[in-house]
């Protein structure tokens, strides 16, 4: 939605029927169903880097300091040196279509959308950012103009985290929080053991070793999360945890080559353990020659997959003595994962359509 002013701060829809006497029964209109992703630069550029950054990391429940100490951090080093660095890195990642995340998003969306079409549920399918474009309040001001009085918001992490999913949450009720007419709200707060889920992941690694081999191991990489933030009442790691014992299950007796691993520490406090870059190393170092990584946290592939798994944690295996680096894609547009999507959103839309 293009427009002079935010949309959050457009005025409302006057209804014609506001002065009725008798006025005719209201039609629901259809459903409305807003998936919610992290976000990512515009390009892969240092400015539109910096404005991402600056959103992302004044998020106080991503960076858990006091904002009096983290802003003048933030403003007067990481701003001003990473997005240079960062830039390189986008680059070798970017798709023709633009960025890797907002692409696959983009077909996930299509994918829920067209698969409750085919089952005759009458939804609006949108996509927002939690930080960058599109983002939340447009994308919510879109499924209004389209009429949706219901809205169902599906973070596209599995694993609930306070950094992920509720951060989402606090953003769309935000953007309710400035209307007069506001829509019915539901939110769906993980899915991490959903049979489709898992089936999806599965399904894809069974494939990926049917078309090129078996590994001696396979390591789930999860995006990680200081450690304290599990302390403190965070669910997350939980989550990982059922999530990698039901996909060793499902893989049945080749469950057994499955590790788990956390990835994309930052700062030098400790965070969730064991390390992914470590882990291979010393895989290398003790002779696994052969590994496959996925990273089953992300839905859409992105700079923390196609950057730091399959480019530097590779590099990282190899150079350690490893011979066989594989890194398994994101879920991204496959049709199997689309329709399990969809079968998640169907059941929470239960009394809606």
């Given at each position: 939605?293009?427009?002079?002013?935010?949309?959050?701060?457009?005025?409302?829809?006057?209804?014609?029927?506001?002065?009725n006497?008798?006025?005719?029964?209201?039609?629901?209109?259809?459903?409305?169903?807003?998936?919610?992703?992290?976000?990512?630069?515009d390009?892969?550029?240092?400015?539109?880097?910096?404005r991402?950054?600056?959103?992302?990391?004044?998020?106080?429940?991503?960076?858990?300091?006091?904002?009096?100490?983290?802003?003048?951090?933030?403003?007067?080093?990481i701003?001003?040196?990473?997005?240079?660095?960062?830039?390189?890195?986008?680059?070798?990642?970017?798709?023709?279509?633009?960025?890797p995340?907002?692409?696959?998003?983009?077909?996930?969306?299509?994918?829920?959308?067209d698969?409750?079409?085919?089952?005759?549920?009458?939804?609006?399918?949108?996509?927002?950012?939690?930080?960058?474009?599109?983002?939340?309040?447009?994308?919510?001001?879109?499924?209004?103009?389209?009429?949706?009085?219901?809205?169902?918001?599906?973070?596209?992490?599995?694993q609930?985290?306070?950094?992920?999913?509720?951060?989402?949450?606090?953003?769309?009720?935000?953007?309710a929080a400035?209307?007069?007419?506001?829509?019915?709200l539901?939110?769906?707060?993980?899915y991490?053991?959903?049979?489709?889920?898992?089936?999806?992941?599965?399904?894809?690694?069974?494939?990926?070793?049917?078309?090129?081999?078996?590994?001696?191991?396979?390591?789930?990489?999860?995006?990680?999360?200081?450690?304290?933030?599990?302390?403190?009442?965070?669910?997350?790691?939980?989550?990982?945890?059922?999530?990698?014992?039901?996909?060793?299950?499902?893989?049945?007796?080749?469950?057994?080559?499955?590790?788990?691993?956390?990835q994309?520490?930052?700062?030098?406090?400790?965070?969730?353990?064991?390390?992914?870059?470590?882990?291979?190393?010393e895989?290398?170092?003790?002779?696994?020659?052969?590994?496959?990584?996925?990273?089953?946290?992300?839905?859409?592939?992105?700079?923390?997959?196609?950057?730091?798994?399959q480019?530097?944690?590779?590099?990282?295996?190899?150079?350690?003595?490893?011979?066989?680096?594989?890194?398994?894609?994101?879920?991204?547009?496959?049709?199997?994962?689309?329709?399990?999507l969809?079968?998640?959103?169907?059941?929470?839309?239960?009394?809606?359509?």
């Amino acid at each position: 939605m293009s427009s002079l002013f935010p949309s959050s701060y457009l005025p409302e829809p006057v209804d014609p029927q506001a002065f009725n006497p008798n006025p005719v029964p209201r039609d629901p209109g259809p459903v409305g169903v807003l998936l919610v992703n992290l976000g990512t630069p515009d390009e892969p550029a240092a400015g539109a880097i910096r404005r991402y950054l600056g959103e992302f990391l004044s998020d106080p429940r991503v960076i858990e300091i006091p904002q009096w100490i983290w802003q003048p951090i933030l403003r007067a080093f990481i701003l001003t040196r990473r997005p240079r660095a960062l830039a390189p890195r986008y680059k070798e990642i970017w798709l023709e279509q633009g960025s890797p995340l907002l692409v696959w998003s983009q077909a996930q969306a299509q994918g829920v959308k067209d698969a409750l079409a085919a089952q005759g549920i009458p939804a609006c399918v949108g996509l927002g950012m939690r930080y960058g474009n599109p983002s939340i309040a447009d994308a919510m001001a879109e499924l209004r103009l389209a009429g949706c009085q219901r809205i169902l918001v599906l973070p596209m992490y599995p694993q609930y985290a306070a950094s992920t999913t509720a951060t989402a949450v606090d953003s769309v009720a935000a953007y309710a929080a400035k209307l007069r007419d506001q829509p019915e709200l539901r939110f769906v707060k993980r899915y991490h053991d959903d049979p489709g889920y898992i089936d999806a992941l599965a399904g894809q690694v069974r494939r990926y070793w049917a078309a090129n081999g078996k590994p001696e191991r396979l390591l789930l990489s999860f995006h990680g999360l200081p450690r304290r933030t599990v302390e403190q009442g965070d669910p997350y790691y939980r989550d990982c945890m059922e999530t990698a014992g039901l996909l060793k299950q499902r893989l049945g007796a080749e469950g057994e080559r499955v590790h788990v691993s956390f990835q994309s520490r930052f700062g030098a406090e400790k965070w969730l353990e064991p390390y992914t870059e470590p882990t291979l190393r010393e895989w290398a170092r003790q002779g696994i020659s052969q590994v496959d990584v996925m990273c089953p946290g992300f839905l859409a592939d992105c700079l923390e997959t196609l950057e730091e798994i399959q480019m530097q944690c590779r590099d990282a295996f190899l150079s350690e003595g490893g011979r066989q680096f594989r890194y398994l894609p994101c879920l991204n547009d496959d049709p199997e994962w689309a329709a399990s999507l969809a079968g998640i959103v169907r059941r929470h839309l239960a009394g809606w359509v």
